[in-house]
């Protein structure tokens, strides 16, 4: 919660809703005890997220196992439908979305279209094909930036102390 809004205060906008999109971690017809493990420490963090107030919009996709790598499936379309509704529910003029995905290139050239703003969040540590590597092409379609900084963590830790 705190990482949104610090994220949205350093464009100063005001950060009304939070989505979150993951996927839960893969489980084999019969979990192992490393699966079970992963899926206890999942569920806590999610039940951790649906306390806070107002609640974070989760979005699950599901995980898969892809020659011996597991792979998030889904998610991208959820993050591309929620999009894509903005226009149609909301007075909204800006959205910051934190990817480095090129599959968002399309939507967020339909956003433009609609007067929509969308402010590209990212993490990068220039090196080419890592998963924080960026594309060019996203890079382009976005008129403007914020690279995620330490500080936009601040606060976190003090919050989860008073808890």
Aim: glycine content about 2%; proline content about 4%.
């Amino acid at each position: 919660e705190n990482f949104a809004t610090n994220l949205a205060k350093s464009k100063n906008l005001e950060c009304n809703k939070i989505y979150f999109y993951t996927a839960p971690p893969y489980q084999s017809s019969k979990p192992t005890k490393e699966e079970n493990k992963r899926k206890a420490n999942y569920d806590l963090f999610i039940n951790k997220l649906k306390e806070i107030k107002p609640p974070i919009i989760l979005r699950e996709g599901r995980c898969q196992k892809i020659n011996n790598t597991y792979q998030q499936k889904g998610v991208d379309t959820l993050i591309t439908i929620d999009l894509s509704r903005i226009p149609k529910k909301e007075n909204i003029n800006e959205v910051i979305l934190l990817s480095s995905d090129t599959d968002f290139v399309p939507i967020i050239e339909y956003l433009k279209e609609d007067g929509i703003k969308v402010i590209l969040a990212y993490f990068t540590d220039k090196r080419r094909k890592s998963a924080f590597s960026l594309s060019n092409h996203l890079w382009k379609v976005c008129k403007d930036k914020i690279l995620i900084k330490k500080e936009y963590f601040q606060g976190l830790k003090e919050k989860n102390k008073s808890n």
